[in-house]
């Protein structure tokens, strides 16, 4: 989750926000809860960074 924070007229205000980490879009939390998918790419892994190589396959230039 991430902290945003506005300028409101004299006042400043933080309001909770979520950022994905596959599409690196931000977006304001509407509830208590975080949503369960991101709204742009409706990935419901938006919460957790990606794997680039899980080490489960070898890379191509190794393969024989």
Same mark, same amino acid.
């Given at each position: 989750?991430?902290? #945003?924070? %506005?300028?409101?007229?004299?006042?400043?205000?933080? *309001?909770?926000? @979520?950022? /994905?980490? =596959? /599409? @690196?879009? *931000?977006?304001?939390? =509407?509830?208590?809860? !975080? !949503?369960?998918? /991101?709204? =742009? /790419? %409706? &990935?419901?892994?938006?919460? $957790?960074?990606?794997?680039?190589? &899980?080490?489960?396959? !070898?890379? =191509? #230039? @190794?393969? $024989?």
């Amino acid at each position: 989750m991430v902290k #945003e924070t %506005k300028q409101y007229g004299e006042g400043v205000a933080t *309001i909770p926000a @979520n950022k /994905c980490s =596959r /599409c @690196n879009y *931000i977006w304001l939390q =509407r509830g208590k809860t !975080p !949503p369960e998918v /991101c709204p =742009r /790419c %409706k &990935s419901p892994y938006w919460a $957790k960074a990606k794997v680039k190589n &899980s080490g489960r396959f !070898p890379k =191509r #230039e @190794n393969w $024989k």
